[in-house]
């Protein structure tokens, strides 16, 4: 089992930066291919990026590519998702999820654990 915290949440206006955080814990011996959702209200839950085990292969939904950055640290069993140039649009809570599975994805169902969530809020 693996336990997944997300914090970095918060209220900002548009054009600022925001930086979430995964913290992983329990069974992190083996590491996960790690990706972020997020689910505005009234709309389902919708991928955001993904990240390799080793870091080094990311994707990104259209929608946030050129603004936001996922990064892992797997030392800390932490990963990150920087975002930048905020709009209205990106509010939303935002989800961290793990996958057991090698290869990233961006299909909810192919991941194995999620965090609780947390809320971002951009204002115009």
């Known amino acids: 089992q693996v336990q997944l915290v997300e914090s970095g949440g918060g209220s900002v206006q548009a054009g600022g930066s925001l930086r979430l955080s995964c913290a992983a814990s329990g069974r992190t011996g083996s590491t996960y291919v790690m990706g972020w959702f997020r689910q505005a209200p009234g709309k389902e839950r919708e991928f955001v990026a993904t990240i390799g085990r080793s870091g080094i292969y990311t994707y990104y939904a259209d929608s946030v590519k050129g603004r936001f950055t996922i990064s892992r640290d797997n030392a800390e069993n932490t990963a990150y998702l920087q975002m930048n140039s905020l709009k209205p649009e990106d509010t939303a809570v935002y989800y961290c999820?793990?996958?057991?599975?090698?290869?990233?994805?961006?299909?909810?169902?192919?991941?194995?654990?999620w965090g609780q969530g947390t809320q971002v809020t951009v204002s115009s």
């Open positions: 999820a793990a996958r057991r599975g090698p290869y990233t994805a961006t299909t909810e169902a192919d991941y194995d654990y």
